[in-house]
């Protein structure tokens, strides 16, 4: 953490291991494709749905955010947000299996929706209070230990989680066990060591927040970093939620091989997001994004037209996709807080952040529309296209970058 200051150290870790637990949950969906489909006897439509409930419902409370957040202590909205969390993942955990499973499906998703609703809170939360607490010119550097949360999430959360799964036998309800047992410990901790941040408070402007939301899509920065934002998510997405029924039906790997791909491909992260985020400080967060926007297309690519190849193969890809999608995160995470004044950060982070979830949530939807199978255990058809519109997303976050970039020069001239 060279550049960051020790009284900013451990704000920084247990922000970054809310995080953690925030992505394996939702992340641990994707892995687990393939024994959802075939426990639930639903086809890539009804899976795309499932994975998407809990963005959809994070949509819903990230953006009823917009109203409130800037209105409170943002440690009390943490602490409260995060406890919501735990419920909901609690409710996945202890679901019980019935004799039908369309209602074991229906049920499933409700308690998807209940972690989405709290869950959904977190990231634009996190993000605001890295917004306040951290000045401009260390935020990189913070932005990379937080997004490190995704390369821990893979490292260790999921090939843990995915390895529990295989020792109880599929058993698909564990690791939100797992999850809810390791969140109890990090409330705590954040109880403890997050100090409270009513800094924004301070200010004596009184926002309407209505206005804040007009302003959001009627402001050319504001809009512009919203659809930067969702464009970033489609291209990503789109082809995580349904990578590993591709790799297990079309690749030819087996359900015990995909922990390794997260433990690569984590790994890889791990060294790259220190890096990113120094560079970030030092080149600059649009040139840093541009970069690797701009390599993160041809995993992306690759990855959708894969074929029948060994794992090794498999494993080399994963690594520069996590790599480079991971890394495109950094800059435009520090991006994304330098659009608005601090007084208003918080609710707009969580209108980001609502957006963020509803590009997430239906992503699902999209590629579930696109591809289709025979039967649970045939091949995934039309997943190449997946991979077009991924890259088609990517090509226009660039472009939206290039505004952004322009606007922020001119801030900087009108100074």
Same mark, same amino acid.
């Given at each position: ?91 996945? /955990? !202890?679901?019980?299996?019935?004799? @039908?499973?369309?209602?074991?499906? #229906? $049920? ?7 972690? *989405? ?94 206005? /804040? !939301?007009?302003?959001?899509?009627? @402001?050319?920065?504001?809009?512009? #970093? $919203? ?7 489609? *291209? ?180």
């Amino acid at each position: 953490m060279s550049g960051i200051q020790r009284s900013e150290r451990a704000l920084l870790v247990v922000l970054a291991a809310i995080q953690f637990t925030n992505i394996v949950d939702f992340m641990i969906m994707m892995p687990m494709g393939d024994i959802l489909k075939k426990e639930l006897s639903i086809g890539p439509q009804e899976y795309g749905f499932l994975v998407s409930s809990y963005g959809i419902a994070a949509f819903a409370t990230a953006f009823a955010g917009v109203f409130y957040l800037d209105n409170i202590d943002r440690r009390k909205a943490l602490l409260a947000a995060y406890f919501g969390f735990m419920i909901g993942t609690l409710s996945s /955990a !202890i679901l019980p299996n019935t004799d @039908s499973d369309s209602l074991n499906y #229906a $049920l499933f998703i409700l308690t998807r929706v209940i972690t *989405g609703l709290t869950g959904g809170l977190l990231g634009g939360l996190v993000m605001s209070i890295i917004g306040d607490a951290i000045p401009l010119e260390r935020r990189g550097r913070a932005m990379g230990i937080v997004t490190m949360s995704f390369s821990l999430a893979a490292i260790l959360g999921m090939p843990i989680a995915l390895t529990l799964v295989d020792v109880f036998d599929n058993n698909w309800h564990v690791p939100f066990y797992g999850v809810t047992l390791l969140a109890v410990p990090i409330w705590i901790m954040a109880w403890k060591r997050i100090p409270p941040m009513r800094e924004h408070l301070k200010s004596k402007t009184v926002y309407d927040r209505t206005a /804040a !939301i007009r302003l959001a899509f009627t @402001s050319r920065e504001q809009r512009n #970093a $919203l659809l930067f934002t969702v464009l970033l998510v489609l *291209g990503q997405f789109t082809v995580i939620s349904f990578m590993t029924p591709y790799y297990i039906n079309n690749v030819g790997l087996e359900q015990h091989d995909i922990k390794w791909i997260y433990l690569v491909g984590g790994a890889a992260t791990v060294v790259s997001g220190f890096f990113i985020g120094r560079m970030v400080d030092k080149v600059g967060r649009f040139r840093v994004f541009t970069i690797s926007a701009l390599l993160s297309m041809i995993p992306v690519l690759v990855i959708t037209h894969l074929p029948q190849v060994p794992l090794y193969v498999v494993l080399a890809i994963a690594g520069f996709f996590f790599v480079l999608v991971s890394g495109r995160m950094i800059p435009a995470n520090t991006i994304a807080t330098t659009v608005v004044n601090p007084q208003q950060r918080a609710g707009f982070m969580s209108l980001n952040s609502a957006m963020m979830s509803l590009a997430s949530g239906s992503s699902g939807i999209i590629s579930g529309a696109i591809i289709t199978q025979v039967d649970e255990n045939a091949p995934l058809m039309n997943f190449e296209y997946v991979g077009y519109l991924a890259a088609a997303s990517t090509l226009l976050s660039l472009l939206i970058v290039r505004v952004l970039k322009r606007i922020a020069k001119e801030k900087e001239n009108a100074l």
